[in-house]
């Protein structure tokens, strides 16, 4: 902590927070806010003054609670940097009538009530997601009491009450009287490998050797203490963890294989009864303790939210963040230039956060070694000569890549190549067909939904699947051997804005029954909001079809992210089964139909680019 | 559409077992051989590994190829292998085509031999058609910016931050909670060392 706090290339920001992140791989711009903490963080020599003259009383979240801080306070003694903080909700304020006694007794002057929030910007080339986990609240388990009975305690709490610089000195003493339990019960896995609703279905990977780590801690201080671990496996996988495991029970901690039911207090004694079967024995047998710790599991943390939508990354259906590859790119994110380390991907104990954290930097570095980065030639390009400077690709592009564009004076729309990502939703947008994109034209794209139909096509579905969430999904039901039937046909395009009306359209007129468009859900478009032209494209074309007659049903919108390989399974059998209910007639009739009105359509198009020649042609002549 | 200048190599990948224990890759491989604009359709064991990668480049030279059509696993995981092998060999990267055989056909119907041997087909086919239109791409290069955002300043945050700074970089560490740390901070010891967190 310390050599982090002092490298001279290590821009500390602590009690701060990313606000905004912008631009790609390798062109970062992140705006951070700093909280204003309301003392000078050059200034502040950690004296203490302040603190001893504060006379409001919190209690100390790093304590857990067993003990208190004042408004004013250093976070715990270690802390980097070793400054003080002002919290401003229990601080009584700067108004000598009130307070303000720590300004006065500051001698460097460093406390300011009027300090601000203030906002940085950053231009990095990588970002490293090391945003951690949250520790299971056991309070919905009603059957160990935690909430009801005070000497039931969860691990985190332990670590406090038998750390040096803890409440109690390193004193391990039960919350009810102040004396050091004797018999003391560990309890494994909770909320986690549970298969009801309540708890977590994963292993948190962490709990059973922190167990053991506790375990040997208690019989390092106290030799007489009885220690009994009610657990369903014990998980000691690791180098070194087996030889902790044979220690702990050459210790005489014992081990006993079966979680209990429930706990009991004893109103007098506050001790607790809990009754467990030994699944060994088949027994079950009532044990007493002074007190119970909870060995509680580890969740995401719950505000991975924002980091999620400013990174535009995906979660796992666990909650943790979700890498580019379970197995081969496990410490990149799915959005260029990021990557992950520690719990924010998935529960860890410190060797694998570490580990993953070197490996994260040495992913970064590699980025950013190379000096240059190439972008994928997927750009969109605008003919001049058919652009009619309308606009609606300016106003379409989420990246502002678009230039120009404006009916009034006549401008043709312009790509600005480098901020344009390739998503293609202006390509959808444009009626003049001015705009191409690379490497995924429209006649790319109706070739492949042409060679999807020319045979049998009353038997297939054909699937727009954007790149990162949508065909990543379909990617993830098959590595999990999800099986589903075969009439699927996927077209990939980067993003479902991509999907032109004519190419749904064209499929409905080479007969397909149903045409299903699929793209990442809101917050997770990696193309910010492309995904909500889509929907207004998809909402249009609902209705066009309705007007003509054809069951707007058959064209299909929907969103499944890249964790979701369940839901493609789900969406591909309910598709087919919408496929089914498709008749022969139905299909005929909605090729009549749209082939009717095509070359009605064509046929303005012609009448109009011939009004247009003559019009130029005038002035020529 | 056949086009005298277009020259597709189709190669079907067995993926071991992976693809070839659920349908039929030389029904495949033969169908794509009659497919407009393929000039040789090929079969393999691995493609993506070095002799797979060799034949893609042997094929090239020996028939002139100038389209390739892969039919393996997702884009999303061999792409770059597959344009990197091309461009060895000549090729414009974005003049190969991948047809996803795997990920969304021999995995998803594995009890499905027939079914999942016809949709394959369709899939190569789809490609090959696709592939007959695509066009050879230039990419552009940009900058990268020498310096790193870490979000969190726990464990992990604390130790790519060293790492990134010791080798030179400028590193911007951001923490939320007023101190680094992180929950880390607030465990006595930790195992299998058993001896201090900070």
Known sequence: MMDAGRHPLINLMTYSEIENVGGYIGNFNVTVRKKARYVDENECNACGECEKICPVVAPDSFQEGFSSRKAIYMPFPQAVPSVFILDDQDCLGHNPIACGKCADVCEKNCIDFDMKDEIVNLEVGAVIVATGMDVYDPTEMDEYGYTKYENVITSMEFERLISAGGPTEGHFIRPTDHKTPKRIGFI????????????????????????????????????????????????AFGKGFEDLYQRSKQAGVKYLRGLPGEIFEDDKTKNLTLLAEDTTTGEIIDHEFDLVVLSVGVIPRKDSGLVQKLLTLSKTEDGFFMESHPKLKPVDAPTGGVFFAGCAEFPKDVKDSVTQASAAAARAQILMNAGQISVEAITSVIDQNMCTSCGICVKACP??????????????????????????????????????????????????????LDKDAEDKTLVFACNWCSYAGADLAGLSRLQYPTSQRVIRTMCSGRVDSKFILHAFEEGAPIVLVSGCHFADCHYIDANRWTVKRVEKLWDKLEKLGIRPERLQLEWISAAEGQKWKRTMEEMEEMRKSVTTEEIEFTQKVLKEEREKAEAKKAKRALKKKETVSVPIN | MENDSIRIGVFVCECGMNIAGSLDCEAVREEAEKLPNVVCSVRNKYTCAEPGQQEIKKYIKSHNLNRVVVASCTPRMHEPTFRNCVAEAGLNPYLMEMANIREHCSWTHIDDWDGATEKAKDIVKVSVARAALLQPQTETELPVTK?????????????????????????HLVEKEASIGGLMAALDKTYPTMDCSI
């Open chain 2, 147 to 171: 310096a790193v955002l870490v979000v969190g300043g726990g464990v992990s945050g604390i130790q790519a931050s060293l790492d990134l700074a010791d080798a030179g970089y400028q590193v």
């Open chain 1, 188 to 235: 494994q896995c909770v909320g986690s490998r549970s298969q009801s609703p309540i708890g977590n279905p994963y292993c948190s990977n962490i709990c059973c050797m922190n167990t053991i780590k506790d375990s040997l801690l208690l019989k390092d201080h106290y030799k007489d203490v009885d220690i009994s671990v009610f657990y369903m496996d014990i998980r």
């Open chain 1, 399 to 452: 990246f502002n890549a678009i230039t120009g564009g404006d009916a009034k004076t006549k401008t043709p729309a312009q790509v600005i190549e480098a901020a344009c990502k390739g998503c293609g939703t202006c390509a959808a947008e444009c009626n003049f067909d001015a705009i191409t994109m690379k490497h995924f034209e429209d006649e790319q794209i109706m070739a492949q939904v042409e060679a999807i």
